[in-house]
């Protein structure tokens, strides 16, 4: 073994400090967006669902995903770039069954809307039968959203089925749905289980990559107070029961989860890690 002198031993010391300055004054002054994602974010197996906020390009909240879905309409092309660093596959946020009274194209299609949108008082329901809906979703918002650098879709409110169970309904979800896979874009579908089930049933369950259903273990008991709890014994066995048909039918499923509790968490990530499902867990309802 070396032995090295008191002296060697003082100079040693010196130089480990003057480093470790040198080092902590780089960690200070190097901007963050120049750092790479560590090496986690391409192998993690949970989503990241922020429609709630806008990130900007800063995917210091994104280090521990794989996938992050956010409303893209928003965003900039360098900022999806810099979300995507590290490998992670950007989705973007799109609901093709209702329309939100902020969207700049509002009242362009205000008068194809349904109906109130239950504790949402700025959205409404939309009748996807209508072609100039079905148009602008494939042929201008999904466009749009491509040329900003998105990997795929992550589309809510096919549940607009549910609302309205008409064959009309069903048929404009499948046109919108078969012309966006007709160009290779993976699709997620957030919620619609009665139109993903009749999907699958006709042998159409392949126009799609996967499912994330939502309040499968968790339910939100306030909207307004952000408040959430246990989801009821029938909901969840037939949640279960829906997700085991998706993986049956080679689909990907997912959870989408409301809580605060760490226990509760807990449970869901058990839940998920046995039954391999992907999963999101919120402690806010906006997704925030």
Not at 34 to 41: I, S
Not at 241 to 256: D, I, P, Q, T
Request: aromatic share 12%.
């Amino acid at each position: 073994m070396i032995q090295l002198s008191s002296r060697s031993r003082e100079f040693s010391l010196r130089k480990c400090l003057t480093a470790l300055l040198l080092t902590v004054i780089l960690l200070i002054a190097v901007p963050e967006s120049l750092y790479t994602v560590p090496a986690e974010a391409a192998t993690a197996p949970t989503w990241a669902v922020i429609i709630g906020t806008n990130l900007g390009g800063n995917a210091a909240r994104l280090k521990n995903y794989k996938n992050v879905v956010v409303d893209v309409q928003y965003y900039y092309p360098n900022e999806i770039k810099r979300l995507k660093a590290g490998g992670r596959k950007v989705y973007s946020y799109m609901s093709i069954g209702s329309l939100e009274t902020y969207r700049p194209y509002y009242k362009r299609f205000k008068k194809y809307t349904l109906g109130r949108y239950d504790n949402w008082d700025n959205e409404r329901w939309m009748d996807v039968s209508k072609k100039p809906w079905q148009n602008f979703i494939v042929d201008e918002l999904v466009a749009s959203v491509r040329r900003k650098g998105c990997d795929g879709l992550w589309l809510d409110n096919t549940d607009v089925y549910y609302e309205y169970h008409r064959e009309s309904i069903y048929k404009g979800l499948l046109n919108i749905i078969s012309r966006i896979h007709s160009k290779n874009i993976p699709i997620y579908i957030n919620g619609g289980d009665e139109f993903v089930t009749r999907l699958i049933n006709s042998g159409k369950g392949r126009l799609i990559n996967g499912v994330f259903q939502e309040e499968v273990i968790t339910s939100i008991k306030s909207y307004s107070g952000n408040r959430f709890g246990r989801q009821t014994k029938s909901d969840r066995n037939y949640f279960e029961a829906y997700l085991r048909k998706v993986k049956r039918a080679g689909l990907n499923a997912a959870v989408l989860e409301y809580t605060k509790s760490a226990a509760m968490r807990r449970e869901i990530i058990a839940f998920c890690n046995k039954n391999k499902y992907s999963y999101y867990i919120s402690s806010d309802v906006h997704l925030k």
